[in-house]
C-alpha cells in the first residue's frame, strides 16, 4: 500500500514538472533546436556549423 502511495506521489510529481515546462515554452518553440551557430550566427539549421568547426580530415597522420 505505501509503495502505491509513492508511485501515485510520483507520478503527480512527474506531471507538475512537465505541465510546467509545457506552460514555460514559447509557442513557436517546436523542438528547441538553435538555428543559428552561438560563435558566428550563420544559419544551421540545428546542424554543426561549418564555419566554427576545425575539424580536419588528417586519416590519422
Known amino acids: 500500500m505505501v509503495l502505491l502511495w509513492i ?5 503527480v ?3 507538475t514538472i512537465l505541465i ?3 506552460v ?9 533546436v538553435q538555428l ?3 560563435k558566428c550566427g550563420s ?3 540545428g546542424m554543426k556549423c561549418p ?3 576545425n575539424n580536419s580530415q588528417t586519416f590519422g597522420v
Open 7 to 11: 508511485g501515485i506521489a510520483i507520478g
Open 13 to 15: 510529481l512527474i506531471a
Open 20 to 22: 510546467v515546462k509545457a
Open 24 to 32: 514555460k515554452t514559447p509557442s513557436r518553440d517546436v523542438m528547441g
Open 36 to 38: 543559428q551557430c552561438n
Open 43 to 45: 544559419k544551421t539549421n
Open 51 to 53: 564555419k566554427c568547426n
